[in-house]
């Protein structure tokens, strides 16, 4: 059981945007900021997101990050055949003292 | 271009000691935390821990009484040892340099653990 929730899939056809969730709580998401990695098949995760909306050099600004109190969402508009991969959330979490992962969101492009 | 390079025995029998090595090639090695990252099969990640290069440390307190992490600077290596390892622990473990806006991940090391 993850400490932040990821709705395990999500689905969405070519061009179009889709919103990926992450929910957890005032000790993790709603004091701190919140990191997006892609995990394409067989392969390491990349980072897409880091403080909460910035992106790293080379990830195309289709893709951006918010946070809502204690919620985060990843957006991804003109979706591409290639976007098709497991999202990770991570935090960190004050409670807990550790960084803490959602469950991963299976991004599946109809 | 940075490149991770891990290495470690991939076979473990239950009880024995899980230990890897990461090394950093073609960057910096100061100014970044090294953290180790494992993945279940079929599952999510999870944070074992993480250390910068003056040694100082977090673990994940599920893990901290059998995770040892450590650095060599002299040859930018990084280190793992997970104790008393059992089936659960059977994952492709991550190193990975973080700092900011920069997170280069190794290729993963499948470690299985079986008797």
């Known amino acids: 059981q993850s400490v932040l929730t990821q709705s395990p899939s999500a689905s969405q056809t070519p061009g179009q945007r889709v919103t990926i969730s992450c929910s957890g709580s005032g000790s993790n998401i709603g004091n701190n900021y919140v990191y997006w990695y892609q995990q394409l098949p067989g392969t390491a995760p990349k980072l897409l997101i880091y403080s909460t909306n910035q992106r790293p050099p080379g990830v195309p600004d289709r893709f951006s990050g918010s946070k809502s109190g204690t919620s985060a969402s990843l957006a991804i508009r003109e979706l591409r055949s290639e976007d098709e991969a497991d999202y990770y959330c991570a935090t960190w979490d004050d409670s807990l003292s550790a960084q803490v992962f959602g469950g991963g969101t299976k991004l599946t492009v109809l | 271009q940075v490149h991770l390079q891990q290495w470690g025995a991939g076979l473990l029998k239950p009880s024995e000691t899980l230990s890897l090595t990461c090394g950093v090639y073609?960057?910096?090695?100061?100014?970044?935390?090294y953290n180790w990252i494992r993945q279940p099969p079929g599952q999510g990640l999870e944070w074992i821990g993480e250390i910068n290069h003056s040694g100082n440390t977090n673990y994940n307190p599920s893990l901290k009484s059998r995770v040892t992490m450590s650095v060599d600077t002299a040859k930018n290596q990084c280190f793992l040892n997970l104790t008393s390892v059992t089936a659960a622990d059977t994952a492709v473990y991550y190193c990975?340099?973080?700092?900011?806006?920069?997170?280069?991940w190794g290729q993963g090391t499948l470690v299985t653990v079986s008797s």
């Open positions: 073609g960057g910096s090695f100061s100014n970044y935390f």
């Open positions: 990975v340099r973080e700092n900011d806006a920069v997170s280069d």
